[in-house]
């Protein structure tokens, strides 16, 4: 059993919920299957309406001095960000500036083809549904002054020689599901043309603020006071110690607005702001990873989506919208194989079956499939993962539960707690299990 320490049990007796659930109390502090956390998150909606908030861990940390993690601090949320995309593209959809099913290659201004499959076109709807054949290659971001289309241009600087397309049989666009990131640096290029607006502004201004949500795809809107980093006791040599110190992951120091920015240069960001072209680089706010966001926001998201069109004045998407993104444009046929379901991983490792079934950048899980027998048929939502964050939305169509999760980091691999019985990290796990058994 892994050691506490002090400083670890005073820390989670400083947290703002003194009547916080001692499950997840000791989840937070490590309980001896799992690792101590840095920080934890957990908001929690019934019927719809959110009931309860948690947060234990510190926001930030400066060798023994910390801030207490707040439930309103915002959080790199990691690939939960592509769900708050597809709403966005979706808004545009209605509006008739997207086409879903059309060739993106006309909004683009450049062809937009697998070379492996040049008669094939590739849509939104298969950049949201992780079916159209781009791969991430080495990289999927570009920093500031570079173009998104030299990912796809023979000859250019990142065109990894083809490396961002799938090639082979059954993988035309399409066909076959392979997770992504790529795919959203692309539909961020998509919402500034289609809007006129920079990716990150038009989902502040027309997203997330009519939900409600003070939330944004740029760091630098993040008031200092809100910010909260994430942390691991992994070094810059790649060593875990979880008796040693916590590391700075990301949003631990000031704040870089979008990729390739230099923090200590504000007249070079002024003027990127005002020479960049919309729709050169969708990446450079993260479309794919970098809404900064509180667990709370997240479940004003999965209201929106659970009232399918009749959340009031915050609703932004039409029921038809809503019903879109929730039905499945890909499940997995074990009688050929038509995806990959491990997420980022390779086929064979110990995420395998974690995605079987996928909408308009939603997860569709089927908890069954996971060895969880207590909850819904079939949950709705995201998980994400990056930097350390281990993140979580989802909800229960049937009726309007849900819970949104925010791990800012680890104080060992997650990988190495014993196995549960899902493709998930066995924290993730015994979350989504202490949140299941909350709901009778």
């Known amino acids: 059993m892994k ?124 950049l949201l549904a992780h079916t159209s054949s781009i791969r991430d290659g080495r990289r999927y971001w570009l920093p500031a002054g570079q173009s998104l289309q030299s990912f796809f241009t023979p000859g250019a600087e990142h065109y990894e020689n083809g490396g961002h397309f799938a090639a082979g049989n059954g993988k035309a666009p399409g066909t076959y599901f392979n997770y992504s990131n790529l795919n959203f640096g692309l539909l961020g290029s998509l919402i500034e043309i289609a809007s006129g607006e920079r990716f990150d502004r038009y989902m502040k201004t027309h997203v997330l603020e009519p939900m409600g949500v003070t939330a944004s795809y740029n760091p630098c809107d993040i008031p200092d006071d809100m910010r909260a980093a994430a942390f691991r006791k992994r070094g810059p040599d790649g060593v875990w110690d979880h008796e040693g110190s916590w590391y700075g992951q990301v949003d631990d120091g000031p704040p870089q607005c979008f990729y390739g920015m230099s923090s200590s240069d504000k007249d070079a960001a002024r003027r990127f702001e005002q020479d960049y072209e919309l729709g050169s680089n969708g990446t450079l706010y993260s479309p ?57 991983d390779e086929p064979g490792g110990p995420t395998e079956g974690l995605m079987t079934s996928y909408g308009l950048s939603v997860h569709r899980i089927k908890l069954a499939e996971w060895g969880i027998e207590n909850g819904p048929a079939l949950l709705y939502g995201h998980l994400g993962e990056a930097y350390g964050v281990l993140s979580h939305a989802l909800f229960d169509p049937e009726t309007g539960d849900g819970i949104a999760t925010i791990i800012t980091g680890s104080a060992d691999n997650p990988a190495n707690a014993p196995a549960g019985s899902s493709p998930l990290y ?15």
């Open 426 to 440: 066995r924290v993730e796990e015994d979350i989504v299990r202490w949140w299941l058994g909350t709901r009778d």
């Open 288 to 344: 794919q990873g970098g809404l900064r966001a509180s667990a709370d926001d997240l479940i004003v998201i999965l209201q929106m989506l659970v009232a399918e069109g009749r959340h009031g004045d915050k609703q932004i998407l039409s029921p038809a919208s809503v019903k879109a993104m929730l039905a499945p444009e890909w499940t997995l046929d074990t009688s050929r194989d038509n995806g990959n379901t491990t997420g980022e």
């Open 3 to 126: 050691t506490r320490t002090l400083f670890a049990i005073l820390l989670l007796a400083l947290s703002p919920c003194s009547n916080a659930d001692d499950t997840l109390r000791a989840i937070a502090a490590g309980n001896g299957v799992t690792a101590e956390l840095s920080g934890l998150q957990v908001s929690v909606m019934k019927g719809g309406k959110a009931t309860e908030h948690f947060a234990f861990g510190f926001s930030m940390r400066d060798g023994a001095w910390a801030k207490p993690l707040r439930t309103n601090h915002k959080i790199r949320i990691a690939s939960i960000s592509k769900l708050v995309v597809a709403i966005g593209v979706m808004q545009l959809v209605e509006q008739g500036k997207i086409d879903l099913d059309g060739d993106v290659s006309v909004l683009l201004g450049w062809p937009l083809r697998n070379p492996h499959f040049p008669q094939s076109i590739i849509t939104a709807r298969q």
